[in-house]
């Protein structure tokens, strides 16, 4: 399989600013997925990212370097709701899904 | 309302006793794909499917086997369940492609005793 590193486990105060890393292999590389999933609920998407640079999308950005085989999600503002997990997935030969093994973020008050 | 429906949510069953867990869409997506989720290991696909009668393996197909005989739906068959089967299972699906976003059930928690 595929080697996706993230944290596993990161805590930040509500209003503060957090940014959660991923590592891939690069090759056969075709995007880099994003998503949220809550405990005990589904994952669902927040981002996705082909070329270079910031997508940013509300309180959300998510940032891509394909060279380094790097990406990170960006959290502003955040808000007691965004304590989950956050996870990070990358598509091999176009329809295999490699899923790193999240990050979970605390918000605290 | 658009979603992916497994059943069942939550199955406690024996080793060795056949069963199947069922994933219905109604998006018209072309690609479905089956996920266990285990502590420590993240998501990791088992199943997927790229249309009808199109299946194919993904990172841990041992003892799991699917079928794609309709669009809408992707059943999930374990043949002989046994203990390390015990996980959190999730369908998703998409239009298809690598750009695009999975949509996923709400799980099914299964333990094999």
């Known amino acids: 399989g595929q080697n996706i590193d993230q944290p596993t486990e990161m805590t930040a105060t509500e209003g503060a600013i957090v940014q959660i890393n991923c590592t891939y292999q690069?090759?056969?590389?075709?995007?880099l997925f994003w998503y949220q999933q809550h405990a005990g609920e589904a994952p669902t998407f927040l981002s996705y990212?082909?070329?270079?640079g910031l997508e940013e999308k509300g309180r959300f950005s998510s940032f891509l370097s394909r060279s380094k085989g790097y990406s990170y999600l960006l959290l502003k503002e955040l808000q007691m709701k965004d304590s989950a997990s956050y996870l990070c997935?990358?598509?091999?030969?176009?329809?295999?899904?490699?899923f790193g093994s999240g990050t979970k973020l605390n918000v605290k008050p | 309302e658009a979603q992916v429906t497994q059943n069942p949510r939550y199955l406690i069953t024996v080793t060795g006793k056949k069963l199947t867990v069922t994933c219905s869409q109604n998006?018209?997506?072309?690609?479905m794909s089956w996920y266990r989720q285990d502590p420590g290991l993240g998501l990791r696909q088992i199943y997927y499917?790229?249309?009808?009668?199109?299946?194919d393996k993904g990172d841990v197909p041992e003892g799991y086997k699917v079928s794609r005989k309709e669009k809408r739906n992707f059943p999930l068959i374990l043949e002989s369940p046994s203990p390390n089967q015990t996980s959190l299972y999730f369908c998703?699906?998409?239009?298809?492609?690598?750009?695009?976003?999975?949509?996923f059930g709400d799980g099914t928690r299964l333990s094999i005793l």
């Open positions: 990212n082909v070329l270079d």
């Open positions: 997935a990358v598509p091999y030969n176009f329809n295999k899904f490699y």
């Open positions: 998006m018209n997506h072309e690609y």
């Open positions: 998703a699906s998409s239009l298809g492609g690598p750009n695009q976003p999975q949509h």
């Open positions: 690069t090759s056969g590389f075709n995007g």
């Open positions: 499917s790229m249309n009808v009668e199109v299946t």
